[in-house]
């Protein structure tokens, strides 16, 4: 609902410069602003000298991508006067600008003055390196991360959404399960790691187990609490109206209980990249955890960073897709928290 | 075929039997009499109000009827049938709408039908409903969308759709404005008029109570015991400023213990 709000125009505010007046001339001057930005990064990546007895590869494609760039936002503000298209690049624009400024930071303190020491503090320019020659390795460390994480995750939320639901609703499954839960639940899943790798067959199922084991305790404590906490008049209503057990729990207490169900989902989902790095790390020959501790063996800082970046985007893009399903799933609800 | 259905429209309403029912709660191990050997007898399609002051135990009363609850002593007949498990057949409307909200409004009042598996053959039903309820146009919307008189109305045609024998109103209208109230008074009357189910309704409002009842049975303070009993038969619609109203308006507030305090 805020974005909403956000959208509605607000009045121009009278200023004393005639030119400034109309907002479409300044949104124009914003964002060609921001092109200048990017070429300035472009100029400076190009035509600076590098720090004497380094070889950057790629530095010049990194200064065409800047210039690219540049040109591309420049043609997006006229476009965005001349057709009111590109609205939510407005918004982004002093986001991009300030991108922009630590772009030409990071290229002067590291390629240019060499003020940082290397190999720890790699320019830009050896990123992109990486994310060009070495692509395939990272293709296959997401797949692999992807892969494992799926496979955990899934099989976690549904023991755990199950087993919730369970104690929540059965008085002998709470007496049985909860015990156990409260005893192992808050152990770290990690500390089940070096029992998890010579119990299970392969470090691969060990892994699947820690990260559904991650997953699975908040997802259980959330789904009980929220079977728990369904109002006793939903009950009564349902009863009246003829309904039975089976009814009661698929149709009264797992929606009532939804919205806290997806709050366990996102603290599980956040468990489980923890845990998914760790056991990458410690024991799965595969993976971006696993790339991260080869690269670092092999003091490649600008693939770790590289790995870094894409689990990054990795992690938080995984969390926008569960947003985005709750949103879709709860939008009966008032008052969501927008990610 | 057409006698069928007028006779069977005669008898919708059931009948109700309450013996000697007495109820008492558990407080920290000490027993909280609140009802205290209540007898009644509801007639088919009758329209019986419980009146009495808040707190006395005619919540407590209702969910006997409906089944949610078991008295501590004595016994509810619904049709000459032990009242054991809620049934279909008597609905309760509640103070609180309590609509699902999870659910749009055509989907809450679909409840009972799908509960019973009865949505393939009698999902006509539903429309009808919202229709007798004026919500036709809401029919998609969520319960936060409603106000608070739209959000009982879907309550009620949530009861009605399961067409009741024995239809139970909790304070139905305690948490409306008095306009609202009074439009929906005459809502609840037309609608019963109509149907010709058994209602009882349970109420602190004096001038609702003798509104839209037939039989006004007034309960003391806790533990409740029945005070007394005021027949209004006057016909359909009451007028407030009606003198015999105004008459029966005192007697009942005279058995309350508030003839002077009014």
């Not at chain 1, 797949?143 to 002998?172: E, P, Q």
């Not at chain 2, 057409?2 to 013996?19: E, F, P």
Request: with cysteine; glycine share 8%.
């Amino acid at each position: 609902m805020s974005s909403v709000i956000d959208e509605v125009p607000r009045p121009s505010q009278k200023s004393g410069f005639g030119f400034f007046e109309s907002s479409t001339t300044r949104s124009l001057i914003g964002g060609l602003s921001v092109a200048a930005a990017w070429l300035v990064v472009a100029a400076l990546t190009a035509f600076w000298p590098d720090k004497p007895e380094s070889d950057w590869t790629y530095t010049g494609s990194f200064a065409i991508a800047c210039a690219v760039l540049a040109v591309a936002l420049a043609l997006a503000a006229f476009a965005g006067v001349r057709f009111g298209a590109f609205q939510r690049l407005q918004r982004l624009s002093p986001w991009l600008f300030a991108l922009a400024l630590f772009f030409a930071a990071w290229e002067a303190v590291t390629a240019k003055l060499g003020l940082l020491p290397l190999p720890f503090f790699p320019p830009p320019q050896a990123i992109v390196e990486v994310v060009i020659d070495d692509w395939g390795r990272l293709a296959e460390g997401i797949f692999a991360s992807a892969r494992l994480l799926a496979t955990g995750y899934f099989l976690g939320a549904a023991v755990g959404f199950v087993t919730g639901v369970a104690i929540g609703w059965s008085r002998l499954a709470g007496y049985w399960i909860h015990p156990v839960l409260r005893f192992i639940g808050p152990l770290p899943a990690t500390a089940w790691l070096p029992l998890a790798f010579f119990v299970f067959p392969s470090s691969f199922s060990a892994s699947i187990f820690l990260i559904a084991l991650a997953t699975g305790f908040p997802v259980t404590v959330l789904t009980w609490s929220g079977v728990a906490c369904v109002k006793s008049a939903y009950y009564d209503i349902a009863r009246t109206l003829g309904a039975t057990q089976r009814f009661l729990v698929l149709k009264v207490a797992i929606p009532a209980a939804m919205p806290h169900v997806f709050v366990g989902l996102f603290m599980g989902l956040g468990n489980s990249f923890a845990v998914l790095v760790v056991a990458e790390m410690l024991g799965v020959k595969a993976g971006l955890g696993w790339y991260l501790q080869w690269a670092q063996g092999w003091a490649a800082y600008a693939n770790m960073y590289a790995a870094l970046l894409l689990m990054a985007f990795l992690c938080s893009g995984l969390i926008t897709l569960l947003f985005r399903l709750r949103d879709r799933l709860l939008s009966w609800q008032k008052g969501l928290v927008r990610w | 075929m057409v006698a069928a259905i007028a006779s069977d429209h005669a008898v919708r309403g059931s009948t109700l039997t309450l013996r000697e029912v007495s109820h008492s709660f558990d407080l920290e191990g000490q027993p909280l009499p609140v009802l205290d050997r209540i007898s009644l007898q509801v007639g088919r399609g009758e329209f019986v109000a419980l009146l009495g002051p808040s707190g006395c135990g005619k919540s407590t009363l209702l969910r006997l009827v409906a089944g949610l609850d078991t008295p501590t002593a004595g016994s509810l007949l619904a049709e000459g049938r032990e009242i054991e498990a809620p049934d279909p057949s008597r609905v309760v409307v509640f103070q609180d709408p309590t609509l699902y909200p999870w659910r749009t409004v055509r989907s809450n009042v679909a409840l009972g039908l799908e509960a019973r598996g009865l949505l393939r053959t009698h999902g006509g039903r539903i429309e009808d409903a919202l229709r007798l309820v004026g919500l036709t146009g809401f029919a998609n919307a969520y319960p936060h969308q409603l106000s608070g008189g739209m959000a009982q109305r879907a309550a009620l045609a949530r009861a009605l759709v399961n067409d009741p024998k024995l239809l139970i109103l909790d304070e139905p209208l305690g948490q409306l404005d008095s306009l609202t109230r009074i439009a929906m008074q005459a809502e609840l009357v037309s609608l019963w008029q109509r149907s010709r189910f058994t209602a009882l309704l349970v109420t602190h409002d004096v001038e609702e109570a003798l509104l839209l009842a037939g039989r006004v049975i007034v309960l003391s303070d806790r533990p409740a015991r029945i005070k007394a009993e005021v027949v209004n038969s006057q016909p359909y619609p009451r007028h407030r400023g009606d003198p015999h109203f105004v008459e029966l308006r005192r007697e009942v507030f005279e058995q309350l213990g508030l003839d002077e305090a009014w």
